[in-house]
């Protein structure tokens, strides 16, 4: 059997060990990645000692994944999926057998770690959209919750051990043998991809078969007006723009919040991180085992709600009540898998599968470029009126595009009329 194998939907459900094999392979990918980025960035503030360095380093990794993901989504529809991810991965993979041997040459400068990060974002964009799409296709619908919800675990559980199990490494073992460690998880990633068949769309059902050959640009347009046409998709993504606008800049000025308005220092800002990550861990979980409403859109907007309320409580907290902050983190942290789990499941069963690549990264990098933007915004807010504004600002507005979510019919339906969408080469 090839991957140019028509694949379809079966009545029956697939077996899913295929699937679990590969998503084993990644999690430990994803530890090693979690390693290596602790070390790095723990090495460069110690060797500069900047904050410049630190966050053009964070730049790298984030900014190169937003601008290239609408491409590589619509490349990753073109392009078979499992190839995608084989070379992708391995691209990364011998990016830090380079940098293990510049350490043990003990030649390593700081543009190296840029350029490494770089292409490992660079990989990143095209390996998490095929990994995505080639969910859709391994996995039956009634378990693409579960399976988000998984994958919430996963991240929050490396956020958790990661850190810790990388100071510890540092302390035993040389940089180039923490980078080893990376090069042995991702040969786990890969190796499975050799062996195991991942389904591909219709061949009839591709741009390539439908219309010639289209260019690149028009592919991405494509994806642009299916998400356009698509009304319930198009609010659903204002909203999850507008939410991480004011979301995400959040936490990133908590040190603030700790420090300024609760007194406290390095000690009680890792408490309030680690709540939030513990939070994701059992959202995850519950996620994983319940898998949400029959609905998945009340799943996720009734989250949402809820979610500003804990913003609400910790702008609203008083000086002496720190641990009333680190509830509420655990609080939010737990609800973050049921929002992005129910959404990234809802996507998966209602975008056609040889779109997904293009509808699914437009969505990542639209509400991805929020944050930096969000942060453009809140630093001057926040100096202005006070961290705890900024929070009281995100409760409002996380709340408020919650609730509105219940009072437009056509995303409170959207799964109800999936298959009456528009279809991707009669879209608008």
């Known amino acids: 059997m090839t991957d140019t194998t028509v694949a379809t939907k079966q009545t029956e459900s697939p077996s899913m060990r295929p699937f679990f094999t590969i998503w084993t392979g990644q999690a430990f990918s994803l530890l090693g990645s979690t390693l290596v980025q602790f070390a790095l960035v723990w090495w460069l503030t ?44 391995s691209l990364i993979a011998l990016a830090i057998v380079v940098l293990a041997v510049l350490y043990a040459l003990k030649a390593v400068q700081v543009w190296h770690i840029y350029v490494l990060m770089l292409i490992r974002a660079m990989g990143g964009a095209f390996h998490w959209p095929a990994m995505l799409a080639s969910t859709t296709l391994m996995v039956p619908e009634k378990h693409l ?72 640009l028009a592919d991405l347009r494509e994806g642009l007006r299916f998400v ?20 995400n800049p959040a936490f990133a000025i908590a040190p603030l919040l ?17 709540a939030f990550g513990i939070g994701v861990v059992a959202g995850g979980l519950t996620v994983s085992v319940w898998g949400g409403f029959k609905r998945r859109v009340v799943t996720a907007y009734l ?8 913003f ?12 009333l902050a680190v509830g509420m983190a655990f609080f939010i942290g737990f609800l973050n898998p049921f929002m992005n789990a129910s959404v990234m499941a809802l996507l998966q069963a209602t975008v056609p599968p040889e779109i997904q690549g293009r ?33 009281v600002i995100s409760a409002i507005v996380v709340t ?16 109800d009329r999936a298959t009456e969408r528009v279809a991707p080469n009669d879209a608008p």
């Open 400 to 415: 408020a595009t919650g609730v509105g979510a219940f009072f437009v019919p056509a995303i409170m339906h959207i799964e």
């Open 312 to 323: 609400v409580v910790i702008g609203l907290a008083p000086a002496n009540a720190f641990f």
């Open 46 to 89: 110690q060797t500069s000692g900047s904050a410049k360095v630190l966050a053009f380093a964070s730049m790298m990794a984030v900014l190169p994944r937003v601008f290239l993901m609408p491409f590589a989504g619509a490349l990753v529809d073109r392009w078979n999926r499992r190839i995608v991810m084989i070379v992708a991965d």
């Open 258 to 274: 700790v420090s300024d308005h609760f007194g406290g220092g390095a000690l009680e800002l890792g408490w309030l991180l680690s």
């Open 359 to 391: 509808v699914l990264t437009l969505m990542l990098s639209a509400t991805g470029l929020t944050t930096p933007l969000g942060l453009a915004i809140a630093g001057p807010v926040a100096d202005a009126l006070g961290v705890q504004a900024w929070f």
């Open 228 to 247: 356009w046409g698509w009304p319930a998709l198009t609010m659903m993504l204002a909203i999850a723009t507008l939410a991480n606008l004011v979301g």
């Open 303 to 310: 989250a949402q709600v809820l979610n500003g309320l804990g």
């Open 145 to 216: 919750s579960r399976v988000a919800g998984m994958n919430q675990t996963l991240q929050g559980v490396t956020n958790i051990a990661g850190p810790p199990l990388a100071a510890l490494l540092l302390a035993v073992l040389p940089m180039q043998g923490i980078l080893a460690i990376d090069v042995v998880t991702a040969m786990l990633a890969i190796a499975p991809l050799f062996f195991i068949f991942i389904p591909q769309p219709k061949p009839e059902d591709t741009p390539e078969a439908v219309e010639g050959r289209p260019s690149l």
